[in-house]
């Protein structure tokens, strides 16, 4: 049987692979294992709070797990429709003692995903996730009468939570003057964007703001950004923000209408930190897919990047550890640990804009500071990808690449986490170049490869 948890949480097409049923009994059984496990507070009836994106699906699928919680004698608030990063920030801002977000992120409107948050807004590790699946099924004892859970809905935590967006910028940072282009991809944040711009003075002009419940990241948001480009050029806007569904990352629109990526997000914010001496130990977490370009940039300025693998829990993980303030990936999640315990794609957009209002200058100017290298991505499906890192031919190609490129390129081969197929990913001065390498050294894997 495969593994329930994926990367992030439990995902899958809505009502096929993610049913209410398996909504209720992974919700129960995480209810059981935390209370085991003593991850729940002392002195009273467990707290959980329960948020979703606007998806139709997220209606069934937040009433299956809400009965799974309170029919295991937990308390259940209902936030309704928030941001992922907003029930993390009201996990800990609450006291809950459980967190649960129903979204898909970036996925079209028939996935759905759950996603759990431990005390202080946190993700549960792999153990805690395995211990969850090794419970569903399991016979329990069911509390009963005044010992089952009671429900309630919310009373004022979204508004809490805009607040808290607002006062990390400061007493001092207002957005007046700056016009601003949101894509809320028809998702979690229509109306926690928009309402915390306008709270630090800002002209926001909505874009993709009418979620219906089919019509999330359809042609809007992150993952589709050319509407935005148009807008901020029509509007005269000094920015665009697009969000994907669940808010939980960020990319920007530039005023000329050229896209600024998580790599120039995260070096606009690495620099501004460094300057008010927020960065810790003057670091910054990536992952191995940032641009070459982000790492020649934050050499120049004097600024270390620790290379995790892909994938944001990778990046918090390493500023866990570490203690490191900032960490990010090119998708535009964003992780601002004074603020956060997660991507936060308002959060992010917030303190790019006021670094625009407190510097003067242009999003263009501040973006600048990256020379993004092209980067080509090629991927070879039906290979034995766990031989990538061990066969001499493909290890010898990979040599006579990076030897060719030299300081001004980069090679990386990478094994597909869930599929069998490798990532063969070139940097280079030109697109042409790094193509013609990519396209090389995926034929050399392929042939030595093959499954």
Not at 345 to 360: D, I, Q
């Amino acid at each position: 049987m495969p593994r329930l948890f994926g990367t992030d949480g439990v995902r899958g097409t809505a009502n096929k692979d993610l049913t209410p049923e398996v909504a209720l009994q992974v919700s129960s059984a995480a209810a059981r294992v935390l209370a085991e496990a003593g991850a729940f507070g002392s002195g009273r009836r467990p707290r959980a709070l329960v948020g979703r994106d606007p998806r139709a699906s997220g209606e069934f699928l937040e009433a299956a797990v809400i009965a799974g919680l309170a029919s295991s004698g937990v308390d259940v608030v209902r936030l309704g429709i928030v941001p992922t990063p907003g029930v993390a920030f009201l996990v800990g801002e609450l006291e809950a003692d459980l967190g649960v977000m129903l979204s898909a992120s970036h996925n079209p409107a028939p996935d759905n995903g759950i996603k759990f948050f431990a005390r202080g807004g946190v993700k549960l590790d792999d153990d805690l996730e395995d211990a969850i699946e090794a419970a569903i099924g399991q016979a329990w004892d069911r509390p009963t009468g005044g010992g089952v859970g009671r429900v309630n809905p919310d009373l004022g935590a979204r508004e809490a939570y805009v607040a808290h967006l607002v006062s990390s910028l400061g007493q001092d940072a207002s957005l007046e003057g700056l016009t601003v282009v949101i894509d809320a991809a028809h998702g979690a944040a229509y109306r926690t964007a928009p309402d915390a711009f306008a709270a630090q003075g800002a002209r926001v002009v909505l874009l993709h703001a009418e979620p219906n419940g089919h019509n999330i990241n359809l042609a809007a948001g992150s993952t589709h950004p050319e509407a935005l480009q148009a807008a901020v050029v029509q509007h005269g806007a000094d920015l665009g923000i697009a969000l994907d569904g669940d808010a939980d990352r960020c990319l920007a629109v530039d005023a000329a209408g050229a896209l600024v990526d998580g790599d120039q997000i995260l070096a606009i914010l690495a620099l501004a930190m460094k300057a008010n001496r927020t960065l810790h130990s003057d670091t910054v977490v990536t992952t191995v897919m940032s641009n070459l370009g982000f790492m020649q940039a934050m050499r120049r300025h004097g600024i270390a990047v620790d290379t995790t693998k892909v994938g944001d829990r990778y990046v918090l993980e390493a500023m866990n550890a570490n203690g490191f303030t900032l960490g990010g990936e090119q998708s535009g999640h964003v992780i601002m640990s004074e603020f956060a315990t997660t991507g936060d794609g308002v959060l992010t957009a917030l303190h790019l804009a006021a670094e625009m209002a407190r510097s003067g200058r242009s999003l263009a100017d501040l973006a600048g500071v990256v020379t993004r290298f092209p980067q080509v991505l090629v991927n070879v499906p039906g290979v034995h990808k766990s031989r990538a890192g061990i066969d001499p031919e493909v290890n010898a190609a990979v040599t006579a690449a990076a030897r060719e490129l030299g300081d001004d390129g980069r090679v990386l081969l990478r094994p597909s986490g869930t599929e069998p197929l490798v990532r063969v990913m070139v940097e280079a001065p030109t697109i042409e170049q790094a193509s013609a390498i990519a396209e090389r050294l995926a034929s050399v894997v392929q042939d030595r490869l093959s499954l």
